[in-house]
């Protein structure tokens, strides 16, 4: 069993709904990361929060919003998505995400979004 | 560009031999590599990594291998067993210049059969 918990495991949505992706770990965790991952591709940071700040987004359209509200969750709002942005949305979190610190990072299962 | 490449997009190896899965890189400012492996509908699970000042890590049947001046690391299984048979990912760490915030990237993925 994973111990990073991501819902809803699918979501299927039309261009003009807004919906919300959740992530969430009880490891003590302080860093948070969104990934996507297209079929056959590796996954690719999206956003990286660090003691529930926004450290690192990579260039993401505004149509994925963010959102830490506190060490242990993590949101992804998404609003007026394209069909080129359904794949498999994955959360990962990790013990730091500082210099000199080596911590792997531990994933949860991915939700599969499909923007019809 | 990809900075981390897995040149082999599929292998295939017999039960209880060796299977050997390597991985390139580009970028000489990554200081920690990660393996992952990747079952279908699953996140990607933490295997094992290693730091740039080392050469070999081992962790029971796994052993990664790092060759800096080759900008080339391997992972070895070792017997090989069914279960292992999933997708592996190399990934490497890096800290975007000015950042104090690390960034991991992903390799393309191997697909690894092992025939019992």
């Known amino acids: 069993d994973t111990e990073v918990t991501q819902t809803p495991k699918h979501l299927v949505m039309g261009m003009t709904n807004k919906k919300s992706l959740k992530c969430e770990q009880h490891m003590g965790h302080r860093a948070m990361y969104w990934y996507k991952q297209k079929a056959k591709k590796p996954p690719e940071l999206m956003f990286v929060y660090s003691y529930e700040k926004l450290s690192i987004n990579e260039s993401v359209p505004s149509r994925f919003s963010p959102e830490c509200p506190n060490s242990s969750l993590l949101n992804l709002h998404l609003h007026a998505l394209q069909p080129e942005d359904s794949a498999l949305y994955l959360c990962a979190s990790s013990l730091s995400s500082g210099r000199g610190l080596s911590s792997p990072l531990h994933f949860g299962n991915g939700t599969r979004l499909t923007v019809t | 560009d990809q900075q981390v490449k897995q040149n082999s997009p599929s292998l295939s190896v017999q039960e209880g031999r060796i299977s050997i899965l390597n991985c390139d890189y580009t970028?000489?400012?990554?200081?920690?590599f990660l393996w992952y492996k990747k079952y279908p509908a699953e996140g990607p699970t933490f295997l094992i990594s290693i730091s740039s000042i080392k050469d070999k890590n081992e962790d029971g049947r796994f052993t990664v291998f790092l060759n800096k001046s080759a900008k080339h690391l391997s992972l070895h299984i070792v017997p090989s067993q069914p279960g292992d048979s999933a997708v592996y990912f190399c990934?490497?760490?890096?800290?975007?210049?000015?950042?104090?915030?690390?960034?991991?990237?992903f390799g393309t993925g191997t697909l690894l059969a092992v025939q019992p």
């Open positions: 990934a490497a760490r890096t800290i975007p210049y000015g950042g104090a915030t690390n960034k991991l990237i």
């Open positions: 970028n000489s400012m990554f200081d920690y």
